[in-house]
């Protein structure tokens, strides 16, 4: 079928309606030509069900699946090609499980560390969060299986999600909660969107035209279909005329009918319908184009790609003297999670792993012929006796499953009490003690990282995660994850700590643009440890930065010298920033990023591009991404507080030259060099302001600033008139044009 060719002819209205919601939990009708569609979780494993037990909540069972890092982790590797072949590898085991679209990526952003889905979206930075979340779409996409970019938009809390409205104005959605959409959906065309649950200013995400239509169709050029989420619609009728497709799961035909009554009463438009059961027509011809049951996937391929992806994530946070990598000698292994991994979160995404590594078992086979002693650390005094005699402690931390998962938030971001005790007495008794963390929301890591001298954040790595850690442990891979978070100091300290969560039914975005690094950069605020931080087993210089404005935005380059004794990869970081921009910005924002293996003594040059819509800021008055003027500071470093060279770049911008009204102030006019001169030439002689080197001083310039030109007729009591002043201001406008 060709996308001019009308793919639901033929079909009466009730059929089209029919089109439109789901036949079951899992998949669409088959009507007429158009064939049933089969949709699954996602976002990191297919958790596909097979048995009429089925649920949105992780709670039944589903076939076997490779189980990736959750994107907690896999954002910890900064590489968009990583997950792009995670992508690829997505696409392969949907088509072998016969999935037709895979329920994501999921790109909201992580507004506040409790929300209890945190562990499923990748960063509280747009840009970051956005190309990963593109190159999982190119890779699931590539094998012809479609992804469901999720959860469209402002859905950054688990508490009351089905109703509260995310209140948040029109820059920081653009410039934060919009950005990551948007840059998955023109980068890489999802063949699928899913709204939210949430309302957005008061509007259901599922019934909201401004959000579905305006800007995701009519701006970013969207052609896919809109689903919604899991019981998100709460009147199909609003929905479908604000521009969604399908509805998901079934309804048991009583929302299409609602749908063909509407028609026939004239409240709903009988193209509207026609036009969304189109789009579920197109996207079943697309997605089953492929033979979805014909394949197998390599399970032992994908599982190597799950560790390579896990080792990748992982994050050397701290390594006081050097105490990793771990020679192979007698060690000591605490925790429960040694033994029983957390590597996953719990809700819709919870995937059946085709098989798990343990971690104790990974460190016991590096270990070779030293002896592993196992504590589950319960036993505190068991604990501190085998890490005495031991050559070195492993001592596993973090938070259980039911501490956090989707539908409910965390009212906290600290460790167990009886874990930091643990990990003080292994300490006292054995100096050389590495933490090694599992959470899928930030943990509080200030006491942590007092107490041992060496610490690994594990994130949540997925089914291979224990092979992953030994290999960092034992320094088989040399770590390069990268924190894709912030860790503060105290929950008190984050941005939305007063916001959080709703009130009243309402989440009020108070800390606007100033979300993750982006806050305590601004407000100068300590940190634990900072976005962008982790350690390398060697180190990288950087030298040589050059930035140049391209027709796209800079090209910033440098190069990066491993200077250490081991290959390692470095995630290069690019920070921009404006001072005495015209409105508020962050202090320094990511505008760029890439990584690079360089071997001991070798150095490599790199060039980063920097878009210019990575410069520029979302204008309410304009309507649009306006990029201002001036010299934008370039720092590159090793994470958002670690800049290690630093250029400032002249950047043409395009402000909008809006004519001057009488409604303009004095202060903008004034701040205009062509409107500037008329004007004071004008103040000068009009009394009662007097000459400007006297009355005029600069106090009363000041004062002055706030006034609309236009009143400048009755303050001058009749001096200057309103037809001098549009006289003026005629010439003026002329002169700038
Ligand atoms: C979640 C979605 C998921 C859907 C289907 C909802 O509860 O919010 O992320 O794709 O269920 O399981």
């Known amino acids: 079928m060709t996308d001019s060719a009308d793919p639901i002819a033929g079909l009466d209205l009730t059929e089209q309606a029919a089109l439109g919601s789901g036949a079951s939990f899992w998949t669409t009708k088959a009507i007429g030509p158009v064939p049933a569609l089969m949709l699954t979780d996602g976002p990191h494993g297919v958790r596909r069900q097979s048995g009429s037990a089925t649920d949105h909540l992780g709670i039944s069972g589903s076939e076997p699946a490779t189980c990736f890092p959750p994107a907690?982790?896999?954002?910890?590797?900064?590489?968009?090609?990583?997950?792009?072949?995670?992508?690829?590898?997505?696409?392969?085991?949907?088509?072998?499980?016969?999935?037709?679209?895979?329920?994501?990526?999921?790109?909201?952003?992580?507004?506040?560390?409790?929300?209890?889905?945190?562990?499923?979206?990748?960063?509280?930075?747009?840009?970051?969060?956005?190309?990963?979340?593109?190159?999982?779409?190119?890779?699931?996409?590539?094998?012809?299986?479609?992804?469901?970019?999720?959860?469209?938009?402002a859905n950054n809390a688990e508490h009351d999600r089905m109703r509260a409205s995310s209140d948040v104005d029109d820059r920081t959605l653009r410039e934060i909660y919009l950005r990551t959409f948007e840059i998955v959906v023109r980068q890489a065309r999802p063949w699928t969107v899913m709204c939210s649950y949430n309302r957005i200013n008061g509007v259901y995400a599922s019934e909201n035209a401004w959000l579905l239509t305006t800007v995701l169709r009519d701006e970013w050029g969207f052609d896919g279909l809109v689903v919604s989420d899991w019981g998100a619609v709460a009147d199909r009728v609003t929905a479908v005329a604000a521009g969604l497709d399908l509805e998901m799961p079934t309804t048991g035909g009583l929302s299409n009918a609602e749908v063909v009554s509407a028609v026939r009463a004239g409240s709903l438009g009988a193209d509207v319908v026609a036009r969304a059961a189109g789009r579920v027509a197109r996207l079943a011809d697309k997605v089953t184009e492929m033979t979805c049951t014909a394949t197998v996937f390599d399970v032992d391929a994908h599982h190597e790609l799950a560790r390579e992806a896990a080792q990748r994530a992982i994050v050397l946070v701290?390594?006081?003297?050097?105490?990793?990598?771990?020679?192979?000698?007698?060690?000591?292994?605490?925790?429960?999670?040694?033994?029983?991994?957390?590597?996953?979160?719990?809700?819709?995404?919870?995937?059946?792993?085709?098989?798990?590594?343990?971690?104790?078992?990974?460190?016991?086979?590096?270990?070779?012929?030293?002896?592993?002693?196992?504590?589950?650390?319960?036993?505190?005094?068991?604990?501190?006796?085998?890490?005495?005699?031991?050559?070195?402690?492993?001592?596993?931390?973090?938070?259980?499953?039911?501490?956090?998962?989707?539908g409910y938030d965390r009212g906290h971001i600290d460790l167990p009490a009886d874990q930091l005790e643990l990990l003080r007495a292994v300490v006292q008794a054995q100096p050389r003690t590495v933490a090694v963390l599992s959470h899928g929301g930030v943990v509080r890591l200030d006491a942590v990282a007092d107490a041992a001298p060496a610490v690994v954040d594990g994130a949540l790595l997925g089914q291979a995660g224990g092979g992953a850690l030994a290999d960092v442990l034992f320094g088989v891979v040399n770590p390069s994850g990268r924190l894709a978070e912030t860790v503060p100091l105290r929950l008190q300290d984050s941005p939305a700590y007063l916001n959080f969560p709703s009130e009243s039914g309402h989440t009020v975005y108070g800390e606007r643009i100033f979300v993750g690094y982006r806050w305590y950069d601004a407000r100068d605020i300590p940190v634990a440890f900072p976005f962008g931080?982790?350690?390398?087993?060697?180190?990288?210089?950087?030298?040589?930065?050059?930035?140049?404005?391209?027709?796209?935005?800079?090209?910033?380059?440098?190069?990066?010298?491993?200077?250490?004794?081991?290959?390692?990869?470095?995630?290069?970081?690019?920070?921009?920033?404006?001072?005495?921009?015209?409105?508020?910005?962050?202090?320094?924002?990511?505008?760029?990023?890439?990584?690079?293996?360089?071997?001991?003594?070798?150095?490599?040059?790199?060039?980063?591009?920097?878009?210019?819509?990575?410069?520029?800021?979302?204008?309410?008055?304009?309507?649009?991404?306006?990029?201002?003027?001036?010299?934008?500071?370039?720092?590159?470093?090793?994470?958002?507080?670690?800049?290690?060279?630093?250029?400032?770049?002249?950047?043409?911008?395009?402000?909008?030259?809006?004519?001057?009204?009488?409604?303009?102030?004095?202060?903008?006019l004034l701040a205009d060099p062509v409107a500037a001169k008329t004007i004071l030439a004008v103040l000068d002689s009009a009394s009662p302001f007097g000459a400007a080197d006297s009355a005029l001083g600069s106090n009363l310039?000041?004062?002055?600033?706030?006034?609309?030109?236009?009143?400048?007729?009755?303050?001058?009591?009749?001096?200057?008139t309103r037809e001098q002043l549009d006289e003026l201001l005629a010439g003026i406008n002329a002169q700038r044009s």
């Open 318 to 406: 701290q390594n006081d003297g050097d105490l990793l990598p771990l020679a192979p000698a007698p060690l000591a292994v605490i925790g429960g999670v040694a033994q029983e991994p957390r590597y996953q979160g719990g809700g819709s995404s919870h995937v059946n792993p085709t098989r798990l590594d343990v971690p104790l078992e990974e460190i016991r086979r590096l270990a070779g012929d030293h002896p592993v002693t196992y504590c589950p650390g319960t036993d505190i005094a068991a604990a501190v006796g085998a890490a005495e005699s031991a050559d070195a402690a492993v001592v596993f931390l973090g938070l259980t499953a039911e501490e956090e998962s989707e």
């Open 533 to 668: 931080h982790g350690l390398s087993y060697t180190r990288f210089d950087y030298s040589g930065l050059e930035v140049d404005p391209t027709e796209e935005g800079l090209s910033v380059r440098l190069t990066v010298a491993n200077t250490g004794t081991r290959p390692g990869r470095e995630v290069v970081q690019v920070y921009a920033g404006l001072p005495g921009s015209a409105v508020a910005r962050p202090v320094r924002w990511l505008a760029g990023f890439a990584t690079v293996t360089v071997d001991p003594g070798e150095q490599r040059t790199i060039e980063i591009p920097v878009s210019r819509t990575d410069l520029a800021f979302w204008s309410t008055d304009a309507g649009r991404w306006v990029l201002e003027t001036g010299r934008y500071s370039v720092s590159v470093g090793a994470s958002s507080r670690d800049l290690r060279v630093t250029a400032t770049v002249a950047v043409a911008g395009d402000e909008p030259r809006s004519p001057f009204t009488r409604d303009s102030t004095l202060g903008e």
């Open 72 to 153: 907690v982790g896999l954002s910890q590797t900064w590489d968009p090609d990583l997950v792009e072949r995670i992508g690829r590898a997505l696409g392969d085991e949907s088509r072998a499980l016969g999935v037709h679209v895979l329920l994501g990526p999921g790109v909201n952003i992580k507004r506040d560390p409790r929300c209890g889905r945190n562990f499923e979206y990748f960063s509280e930075d747009p840009l970051l969060s956005g190309t990963l979340g593109a190159a999982w779409v190119r890779g699931v996409q590539s094998r012809g299986v479609g992804a469901s970019l999720k959860h469209f938009a």
């Open 701 to 720: 310039l000041r004062m002055l600033e706030s006034v609309p030109i236009g009143r400048m007729a009755a303050f001058s009591a009749g001096q200057v």
